[in-house]
């Protein structure tokens, strides 16, 4: 109850009396393992890059993530490598050395860039190098160029690699934890309690004893919050490793994926079968974000910015929410009930999200942002649309940035629907959406701008479907 335990680089540690809101980077420092760097504390520059051991079928893959966002007990009975633990005693491991070769400039980003280049390298039936998996990794000298060079340079792990070996073999099953810093036997000044259950009816019994306890799935979110702005909750509860909300599956009417299930489990998993998301998931943050961000996560924010609810909504996307009293299912719309607010009440959590078949056979999803990448909307916006003879049998327009929850452009797509789809119909249609929203000013964009935006990305949507055109 007062110590965490878990394998670091190989060897088993324990934290003892570590306040529940320490994060992962912090531990490791003041163990003396240094190489992890703190650049941003919010998961944005990845020179805090470890590597987890997570699940993949028979085996275990490494994912790299931020520990800067990583919460302390979240470890107990995981395992995870540092950057020192990647060299087998005086010889480096290859990826240090392909790095070595022009690769590392001050070597402020160094480790956190060797980290996630390890994560690509050991990837299962790796082809090559994904530079995806670097796009978490911030380089301060600007020297993108030799640090490409050096992870193309990288060939096949070898038979006798130790790590390698390591992923030929299961992850152990993780047992649910109950967390409270003690000092001496005796619980120190209540820092919090952390609890991590591994079923339903346990999260509900903790729900019932803890009913303001403060969720944390991924923590890409939260934890950020604890960095920047010392929040504390006196009770978090981690919902990392219950199994009823990692589901997936395909139907014949929908695809359900479980509210647990991270970003980048989502995209391996649907192979690209649902295109919107396709665009969507490199839009989001970086690989290492999305190795933690959960789908449930970013829907339970209720944040008017996210950039997933645009997607769903348009998609038509469900939600199905469980608690004490049982299952119920909700349109996606109906889930916002104000600014960050909710319709889920007390003890219930987001179990699934479905999204049902067949898919709309055009879709586009846009970002409109201060960066093309790795960065918070100003405005987002997802069309999905079906036309019969050139004329709109159906649209669903998913918006954010815009109102004070996501939204669905009912009123512009009342107005297309049964109209062609041509440039006339969307020009009118562009004058309806603009006037259908009353955004605000902020610092990310005038209301007037997201205003124009609105039309513009209709047109855009339109520009890029001229094939289906009559």
Known sequence: MGQISFLLNGQTVRATGEDPHTTVLS???????????????????????????????????FEAVNSCLLLLPSLAGQEVWTVEGLAQGNTLHPVQEAMLQGGSQCGYCTPGFVVSMAAEYYRRDR???????????????????????????????????????????????????????ETNGSPVQSPGRYYRPISLK????????????????????????????????????????IPDLKTLSWTDVYVEMGAGVTLCEAERWLQGRIPLLVEWFPLFASRLIRNRATLGGNLGTASPIGDLPPVLLA?????????????????????????????????????????????????????????????????AAAFALHLEKGRVQSIQIGLGGVAPTPVRAYRTEAFLVGRPWDERTVGAA?????????PIDDHRGSAAYRTAMLGSLLHKFHAETPEVRV
């Open 27 to 61: 531990w490791l420092r003041q163990q003396g393992l240094t190489g992890s760097k703190e650049g941003c504390a919010e998961g944005e520059c990845g020179a805090c890059a470890v590597l987890l051991l997570r699940p993949d079928g028979q085996g275990s893959r």
């Open 430 to 438: 562009a004058e309806v959406i603009r006037a259908e929203f009353k």
């Open 315 to 379: 998609l038509q996307a469900e939600l199905v929410l469980v608690g004490p009293a049982g299952v119920r299912v909700v349109n996606l719309q109906s889930f916002f009930s104000g600014y960050r607010q909710t319709v889920l009440g007390p003890g219930e959590v987001i179990q699934a999200i479905r999204i049902p078949l067949p898919l709309a056979p055009l879709a586009r999803f846009y970002k409109v942002a201060k960066r093309p990448m790795d960065d918070i909307s100003t405005v």
């Open 202 to 241: 346990e999260l509900f019994q903790t729900l019932t004893d803890h009913p303001t306890a403060k969720l944390v799935a991924g923590g890409t979110d939260w934890v950020v919050e604890v960095n920047q702005r010392f929040a504390r909750a006196e009770v978090q509860v981690d919902l990392s490793q």
């Open 127 to 181: 082809d090559g190098f994904d530079l995806e998996a670097l796009s978490g990794n911030l380089c301060r000298c600007t020297g993108y160029r030799p640090i490409q060079d050096a992870a193309n340079s990288l060939g096949q792990p070898p038979q006798e690699d130790s790590l390698a070996r390591r992923l030929t073999a299961p992850v152990p099953a993780v047992k649910s934890m109950e967390y409270c810093p």
